[in-house]
């Protein structure tokens, strides 16, 4: 999401592929999550999987979003105040948007077995390793590591779920093992590039 300016914005279809021919999406581009502090969401973030932070779209030095025109674009509830927002780097993958908002009709975040967005998964290729960085950066760590089951299974194919410092669920998962699922079906899923130290995710 960019920043929500209150003017409408004019959809035209001149120049577009016919409707029955153009895809919908091209895919995921990131995960909006609201958090009680940036900055130290922010951090944990950094400290668990090298998130890399890339702008701040709404600045503390800025005035919040608040009012009719940000309630009515945001969904958010009245008198509920959007201070800052950031936007991070993960990986080879979506990115990670932050949103810190204060207001006196807010909820803890979703467990997992209530209804919205339950999680997101991070891909690791160590989850060892991934869950002990989790750990280190101030996370705590769910029942794990398990073996995936079903048509996931597969040799080294694993996950473990655990709770970041203000609540929200993240699974870290790996599945270096054909799984069981392409042999019943032409599609696969994404599955990000890795990446290469030296580099990083540039």
């Known amino acids: 999401m960019s920043r929500r300016q209150s003017a409408s914005l004019a959809i035209s279809n001149e120049g577009k592929q016919d409707v029955s021919t153009q895809p919908p999406v091209r895919g995921m581009d990131h995960i909006g999550i609201?958090?009680?502090?940036?900055?130290?969401?922010?951090?944990?973030l950094e400290r668990a999987f090298d998130a890399k932070?890339?702008?701040?779209?709404?600045?503390?030095?800025?005035?919040?979003?608040?009012?009719?025109?940000?309630?009515?674009?945001?969904g958010i509830s009245s008198g509920t105040?959007?201070?800052?927002?950031r936007m991070l780097q993960l990986g080879n993958g979506p990115g990670i948007?932050?949103?810190?908002?204060?207001?006196?009709?807010?909820?803890?975040?979703?467990?997992?077995?209530d209804f919205g967005l339950q999680?997101?998964?991070?891909?690791?290729?160590?989850?060892?390793y991934a869950s002990e960085r989790f750990q280190a950066a101030g996370g705590t760590l769910l029942e794990g590591p398990n073996e995936m089951l079903g048509l996931e299974?597969?040799?080294?194919?694993?996950?473990?779920y655990g709770r970041t410092p203000w609540g929200?669920?993240?699974?870290?998962?790996t599945s270096p093992s054909p799984e069981d699922y392409e042999r019943e079906t032409p599609l696969r899923r994404w599955k990000?590039?890795?990446v290469d130290p030296a580099k990083g995710n540039e």
């Open 97 to 113: 948007e932050l949103f810190e908002m204060h207001g006196s009709d807010q909820h803890k975040p979703a467990r997992p077995s």
């Open 168 to 173: 929200s669920i993240v699974e870290l998962m």
């Open 192 to 194: 990000p590039a890795p």
């Open 153 to 160: 299974k597969g040799p080294g194919n694993g996950w473990r």
């Open 34 to 44: 609201a958090v009680p502090n940036l900055d130290e969401a922010s951090h944990f």
């Open 53 to 74: 932070p890339m702008y701040d779209n709404i600045k503390r030095s800025e005035p919040p979003q608040t009012g009719p025109n940000a309630e009515a674009m945001l």
């Open 119 to 128: 999680h997101f998964a991070v891909y690791v290729d160590d989850l060892a």
């Open 81 to 85: 105040k959007l201070v800052t927002m």
